[in-house]
């Protein structure tokens, strides 16, 4: 049972254009909503996060928009650039027990052409 | 400061082989998880240290499978007779403390049985 889905597993944008990437859940004890960033052979690297709490939440080119009652979080990087290629991963956060237990979703490839 | 380091980077081991993995945490982080990525998939939960205590470890596939974190640094997951399903990287995060949101990744360790 995945309970954070991201249902395209590629996408390509021209730079300069917007990247939009989708992020689906089903666990409505999600209260905290975060994007991570993987290149190749690195670890994710924490990119923006969203608490339930907000429905947008903006850094520099990165905002993330969160509607709860769809149970819908997506990215948007504009202007989009040829460093942004790399695996973006959706990940969802809920308390358990003293700790907080991330939930990610199957990642999407995201490639800007020059 | 220094990261999140795993080592060794890559590991290549024979079926029913015994196998560690070590994690090193940034320097005053209080929570230490392990992940596991297999490819396609994001990183899949498999224990939570809260200093030296494992506070979680619901997501541990089986008993073949066991983590430690002596001093509430350094951890080390240890995999009894490994499979050829054991295949796949795994990572390390840590936290500064337990109910933070954003976990700080390491670049992984690439486990191959053969």
């Known amino acids: 049972d995945q309970q954070v889905k991201q249902n395209s597993p590629s996408l390509s944008v021209q730079e300069g254009r917007i990247s939009i990437l989708n992020c689906d859940y089903t666990?409505?004890?999600?209260?905290?909503f975060l994007w991570y960033k993987k290149y190749p052979a690195e670890g994710p690297t924490f990119l923006i996060s969203?608490?339930?709490?907000?429905d947008k939440n903006e850094d520099g080119r990165f905002t993330v928009f969160l509607n709860k009652s769809a149970k819908h979080l997506s990215l948007h990087i504009v202007p989009s650039q040829p460093g942004d290629s790399a695996v973006y991963f959706c990940?969802?956060?809920?308390?358990?027990?003293?700790?907080?237990?991330?939930?990610f979703g199957s990642g999407t490839q995201l490639t800007v052409l020059p | 400061g220094a990261g999140v380091s795993q080592t060794p980077s890559n590991k290549v081991t024979e079926k029913g082989k015994y196998v560690e993995l070590r994690c090193d945490p940034i320097?005053?982080?209080?929570?230490l998880y392990w992940y596991r990525q297999s490819l396609g998939q994001g990183p899949e939960f498999l224990i939570y240290?809260?200093?030296?205590?494992?506070?979680?470890d619901s997501g541990l596939p089986n008993d073949r499978f066991f983590a430690v974190r002596p001093e509430g640094s350094v951890s080390t997951l240890k995999i009894q007779r490994t499979e050829r399903g054991d295949s796949a990287m795994y990572l390390c995060?840590?936290?500064?403390?337990?109910?933070?949101?954003?976990?700080?990744f390491g670049p992984g360790t690439r486990l191959t049985v053969l």
């Open positions: 995060a840590s936290s500064l403390t337990s109910g933070d949101n954003e976990q700080f």
């Open positions: 969203i608490s339930s709490i907000k």
């Open positions: 990940a969802a956060d809920h308390p358990s027990g003293s700790a907080r237990q991330l939930t």
């Open positions: 320097s005053g982080h209080t929570a």
């Open positions: 240290f809260q200093g030296t205590g494992a506070a979680d």
């Open positions: 666990n409505s004890m999600f209260d905290y």
